[in-house]
């Protein structure tokens, strides 16, 4: 039996939640794409934990495993584990040996990339942890992959012949003097070498076969989670591209990410995770938009009215809309249906769960965009080009609001305790996908979830 957790929107729908809400019944809890550019918080006994590599499941106690389709920083592996070792916890955390690795030349080429993009307004807002830049390697067939970490042969022919590379790249196309670099290290042989033995020798004694790994424990009755970072509309071939990330985080990523077949994981739940309204840190397009953060909106800026700043301002402070990895005020947006049933068939949701209800409550009216309009005809669903997408109108629906309530008595007493234009709104989405609802977020803490359905 497994789970998987899939970001349903932009990212930041606070699956990392989730993943502690059933992870409780998990033995082992699975990245299986992304890197340190994953934000999550967790809280475990009123202590709040956040991290950007590490899954989540760790700080329960649970076997985290970073499959093959990650992209692993050993710096920020480590950095992360020992600052939950200083918290008292025990965190076991695998990597498996087909991962790829984060070499500092792909974090300076990442800023290198979005500052040469940003002089005619074209960059992504990534999150500056070269993930693009090592996906590209791994695609390219020039990627270190952690297996390589600790076989010093390989590792030190293939820097010999990827340095001098990106040593180019960096000088001849981008015209920037490496000298002037942060870390010029970063475009040394001998340094970079160095550094990944290093990590190398460090990594020895927790790396795994992972797609083995998790067959053997699923062979011996284990149950399986799989935590999917990021959002559908952010993963590369089902978003909104090039405004996404370089990895898969919708459903089939966690078969390919693990090394785990799709039957298993498709006989498993695949549990959509929604934020009740839309928030997104990057660039791109956003039709039912409140109100754009100044300066954060190259490319395409603002769709939607804007003319709702104040509204966007009071879900950003409630929701504590900042994001965790760069600390970036997100951008806010009323729920987009044409996004969610797009993203509902791509990942076959077998069940929701819908979070951060309490943020709304204080509204008179809560919106939705029920559907768009595109050169004069409505549609449904999402388009498949950024750039018709951002030429999508969207037509509102409006439901009354709801007062605030107390979100733990109310997640004590079930989801009949839900107060009922809430549960209007939470139903129409339900309604809309043709898929259940799980549980929801009523609040940010672990016990401030109303688990409507337990899916082991
Ligand atoms: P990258 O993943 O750093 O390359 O960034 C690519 C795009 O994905 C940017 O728009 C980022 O803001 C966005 N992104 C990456 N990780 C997350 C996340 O965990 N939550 C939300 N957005 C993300």
New binding site residues.
């Given amino acids: 039996m497994t789970v998987t957790i899939v970001g349903a929107q932009?990212?930041?729908e606070g699956k990392g939640g989730i993943v502690d809400v059933y992870g409780d019944a998990a033995d082992i809890v699975v990245r299986y794409q992304?890197g340190d550019?994953?934000?999550?918080t967790v809280v475990h006994e009123g202590d709040e934990y956040k991290l950007s590599l590490v899954p989540s499941g760790a700080v329960r106690g649970k076997v985290g495993i970073l499959g093959n389709g990650c992209v692993v920083n050993p710096e920020t592996l480590f950095n992360e584990l020992s600052g939950l070792r200083e918290r008292g916890l025990d965190p076991d955390v695998r990597v498996a040996r087909r991962a790829h690795v984060i070499m500092p030349y792909h974090r300076a080429l990442?800023g290198i990339e979005e500052k040469a993009k940003s002089e005619s307004d074209d960059e992504?807002?990534?999150?500056?942890?070269g993930?693009?830049p090592t996906y590209e390697d791994k695609a390219g067939r020039r990627g270190i992959r952690v297996g390589d970490l600790l076989a010093p042969d390989v590792l030190r022919d293939r820097l010999e012949r990827v340095v001098p590379e990106k040593r180019a790249i960096v000088e001849d196309v981008f015209g920037v003097p490496v000298e002037d670099l942060d870390n010029p290290d970063a475009l040394d042989v001998d340094a970079m070498y160095d550094h990944a033995r290093t990590y190398g020798e460090r990594l020895a004694g927790q790396t795994v076969n992972a797609g083995q790994f998790i067959a053997d424990a699923r062979s011996e009755g284990k149950r399986v989670m799989f935590e999917g970072?990021?959002?559908t509309i952010?993963d590369i071939d089902h978003g909104n591209y090039p405004?996404?990330?370089?990895s898969n985080p919708t459903a089939g990523g966690a078969a390919v990410g693990s090394g785990t077949s799709p039957g298993v994981v498709g006989q498993g739940e695949v549990l959509g995770i929604i934020k009740g309204y839309l928030t997104?840190?990057?660039?791109?397009p956003m039709p039912t938009e409140l109100g754009g953060v100044e300066g954060d909106t190259p490319g395409y800026g603002e769709q939607g009215s804007g003319e709702n700043e104040e509204i966007a301002t009071y879900i950003r402070e409630e929701g504590g809309e900042y994001?965790?990895?760069?600390g970036r005020p997100r951008r806010v947006a009323w729920l987009d249906m044409p996004m969610l049933r797009h993203s509902a068939r791509v990942n076959g949701f077998t069940g929701l769960a819908i979070n951060h209800i309490d943020v709304l409550a204080g509204l008179d009216e809560v919106k939705v965009g029920h559907s768009y309009t595109l050169d004069g005809e409505e549609t449904m669903t999402m388009p498949a080009t950024t750039e018709e997408w951002s030429r999508c109108e969207a037509n509102l629906r409006s439901f009354d609001g709801w007062a605030a309530f107390d979100s733990a008595a109310v997640a004590e007493d079930g989801y009949e305790a839900i107060p009922d234009n809430a549960r209007a709104y939470l139903e129409y989405v339900s309604e809309e996908l043709d898929t259940p609802i799980y549980c929801v977020g009523v609040g940010p803490g672990r016990e401030e979830t109303v688990v409507a359905e337990d899916v082991w």
């Fill in positions: 932009l990212g930041d992304g550019n994953a934000g999550h990442d992504i807002g990534t999150t500056g942890r993930i693009g970072a990021q959002g952010i405004f996404v990330t370089s997104r840190v990057g660039s791109g994001g965790t990895v760069t």
